[in-house]
């Protein structure tokens, strides 16, 4: 019996719960004057009986699944030989995961070591009986408890006070997920940076004009300690991000404002979905547009002017990456736009202003909250992409602010940090997460400071 076959009785189970629950307070409700004499409707009992069966039914499973593995391994201890177990952890580890394996895949038999298709049989018993005992236990409380909820139904059961208090519950935990994964990714990557700050300074990092994170096997080798200084990184981040916005701002921010107040319907409903296409092209596609079209036609003119123009460029990818952010600014400003009150602008035209005045002095400025907030979107996007900064801009790390030559990204480091097999002690690999930590607080700064901007210009228009 696999989880999904017990989740589907579980939830057929809970269904016939709640119609059994609804059918008795029908039942209840005849006896004592109609549903009027009840405290909740008929809807609301069969909902709580089905709570019953299925809270407590889900959270069996839950907890058991948690469980099972160190249960199991516990009990198959015994059974792995002495001779494995003295050659020390990595060797059980080993055994366990051919055990493991040959179990997964049905083939205890290929197994050569007899000692070893015993352990297999074993593993392979302990499975299926505690799948066995899950189904049953899952089915026996939920059976009992909602037998015993349907026993609990009368007249002054508060049944539509629970079944709310149990969604508003459900509800609250839904919310909460999104605050207590942020928690936990922020207290990860923090952890980790504090164990590379603990190896490298930083001072030298956030100071540091040179980023050269290869450390050497041997100390004797030339760079052994390797350089961390993150300038590099960031200034290639913002110099990228900063002409993809000086693309994606103006052309983003003017089809707004074309599609909102001069298009006409039979207009918008071809252009505002071709707009919005570009969103939903890979990012790797773009990157094969910026390396194989755009940069070689930025390296041609620029040569044909007499500039030096590197094969790989930031102009290449900002320009790009520009194109791609382009519907995240469009999209949203044209929404904000288009949701000012008409009223508005019917005040503004009786005043005496004209069409474009009426844009600039009052449709804009209504709608700056929520085109700050497609600009912050784009901009987050933009300094978060990689594809196209790996295949446009290079890997190199210069401290330069020259859109002719070729720089990296934060994010791009991070990647290649992280690539292959890595041993997590080293700083080498420790330094992805403090530029994770780094660039997360930035991010952070960013928000707030726009944030303050669009409050500050709401009590000034208030």
């Given at each position: 019996?696999?989880?999904?076959?017990?989740?589907i009785?579980?939830?057929?189970?809970?269904l016939?719960?709640?119609?059994?629950?609804r059918?008795r307070?029908?039942?209840?409700?005849?006896?004592?004057?109609g549903?009027?004499?009840?405290?909740s409707?008929?809807?609301?009992?069969?909902?709580?009986?089905?709570?019953?069966?299925v809270?407590p039914?889900?959270?069996?499973?839950?907890a058991w699944?948690?469980?099972?593995?160190?249960?199991?391994?516990?009990?198959?201890s015994?059974s792995?030989?002495?001779?494995?177990?003295?050659?020390?952890?990595?060797?059980?580890s080993?055994?366990?995961?051919?055990?493991?394996?040959?179990?997964d895949?049905a083939?205890?038999?290929?197994?050569s070591?007899?000692?070893k298709?015993a352990?297999?049989?074993?593993?392979?018993?302990?499975?299926?009986y505690a799948?066995?005992?899950?189904?049953?236990l899952?089915?026996?409380?939920?059976?009992?408890?909602?037998?015993?909820?349907?026993?609990?139904?009368?007249p002054?059961?508060e049944a539509?006070?629970r079944?709310e208090a149990t969604?508003?519950g459900?509800?609250l935990?839904?919310?909460s997920i999104?605050?207590?994964?942020?928690i936990?990714?922020?207290?990860?990557?923090?952890f980790?940076?504090?164990?590379?700050f603990?190896?490298?300074s930083?001072v030298e990092?956030?100071?540091?004009?040179?980023?050269s994170?290869?450390?050497?096997?041997r100390s004797?080798q030339?760079g052994?300690?390797?350089?961390f200084?993150?300038i590099?990184?960031?200034a290639?981040?913002m110099?990228?991000?900063?002409i993809a916005?000086l693309?994606?701002?103006?052309?983003?921010?003017?089809?707004?404002?074309?599609?909102?107040?001069?298009?006409s319907s039979?207009?918008?409903?071809?252009?505002?979905?071709?707009?919005e296409?570009?969103?939903?092209?890979?990012?790797?596609?773009y990157?094969?547009?910026?390396a194989l079209?755009?940069?070689?036609?930025i390296?041609?003119?620029?040569?044909s002017?007499?500039?030096?123009?590197?094969?790989?460029?930031a102009l290449?990818?900002?320009?790009?990456m520009g194109?791609?952010?382009?519907p995240?600014?469009?999209s949203l400003s044209?929404?904000?736009?288009?949701a000012v009150?008409?009223?508005?602008?019917?005040?503004?035209?009786g005043l005496?202003?004209?069409h474009s005045?009426?844009i600039?002095?009052?449709?804009?400025?209504?709608?700056?909250?929520?085109?700050?907030?497609g600009?912050?979107?784009a901009?987050?996007?933009?300094?978060?992409e990689?594809?196209i900064?790996v295949?446009?801009a290079g890997?190199a790390a210069?401290?330069?602010?020259?859109?002719?030559?070729a720089?990296t990204t934060v994010?791009?480091q991070?990647?290649?940090?992280l690539?292959g097999?890595?041993?997590?002690?080293?700083a080498?690999?420790l330094?992805?997460?403090a530029l994770?930590?780094?660039l997360?607080?930035?991010?952070?700064?960013?928000?707030?400071?726009?944030?303050?901007?669009v409050?500050?210009?709401?009590e000034?228009?208030d």
């Amino acid at each position: 019996m696999t989880v999904i076959n017990l989740l589907i009785v579980t939830a057929v189970l809970t269904l016939l719960y709640f119609l059994f629950g609804r059918q008795r307070a029908y039942s209840v409700a005849k006896g004592n004057g109609g549903i009027r004499g009840m405290h909740s409707l008929p809807t609301h009992y069969g909902a709580l009986v089905a709570l019953w069966c299925v809270v407590p039914a889900l959270f069996i499973i839950v907890a058991w699944k948690l469980l099972e593995p160190s249960v199991v391994d516990s009990l198959l201890s015994s059974s792995i030989p002495a001779e494995i177990r003295a050659q020390g952890d990595m060797a059980v580890s080993l055994y366990r995961n051919e055990i493991n394996n040959a179990v997964d895949s049905a083939r205890i038999s290929s197994l050569s070591d007899p000692a070893k298709q015993a352990t297999a049989t074993r593993l392979a018993g302990l499975q299926k009986y505690a799948s066995y005992g899950l189904f049953a236990l899952t089915l026996c409380v939920a059976t009992l408890l909602g037998f015993l909820a349907i026993g609990r139904i009368s007249p002054t059961l508060e049944a539509r006070h629970r079944v709310e208090a149990t969604v508003q519950g459900f509800l609250l935990a839904c919310a909460s997920i999104a605050i207590l994964t942020t928690i936990g990714i922020v207290l990860s990557v923090l952890f980790e940076s504090i164990r590379f700050f603990n190896q490298v300074s930083f001072v030298e990092f956030v100071t540091g004009l040179k980023w050269s994170p290869q450390t050497a096997i041997r100390s004797d080798q030339v760079g052994s300690t390797g350089s961390f200084g993150a300038i590099p990184l960031f200034a290639g981040t913002m110099l990228i991000s900063l002409i993809a916005m000086l693309v994606a701002v103006p052309f983003g921010l003017m089809s707004a404002i074309y599609l909102a107040e001069y298009a006409s319907s039979s207009a918008r409903a071809v252009i505002k979905p071709l707009l919005e296409m570009l969103a939903g092209i890979p990012t790797v596609v773009y990157g094969f547009f910026a390396a194989l079209t755009v940069a070689p036609w930025i390296k041609g003119i620029g040569e044909s002017i007499g500039l030096s123009v590197a094969s790989e460029s930031a102009l290449a990818a900002g320009l790009v990456m520009g194109i791609m952010i382009i519907p995240f600014v469009s999209s949203l400003s044209d929404d904000v736009i288009t949701a000012v009150p008409q009223s508005m602008r019917d005040g503004s035209f009786g005043l005496g202003a004209t069409h474009s005045e009426t844009i600039r002095k009052v449709v804009i400025p209504a709608a700056l909250p929520g085109i700050v907030g497609g600009v912050l979107l784009a901009a987050s996007r933009a300094i978060g992409e990689t594809m196209i900064v790996v295949m446009a801009a290079g890997l190199a790390a210069k401290l330069t602010a020259n859109p002719l030559e070729a720089v990296t990204t934060v994010t791009v480091q991070i990647v290649t940090l992280l690539t292959g097999d890595q041993e997590f002690d080293s700083a080498k690999t420790l330094a992805a997460f403090a530029l994770g930590l780094m660039l997360f607080v930035s991010t952070l700064v960013l928000n707030v400071i726009a944030l303050y901007v669009v409050r500050r210009y709401r009590e000034q228009y208030d």
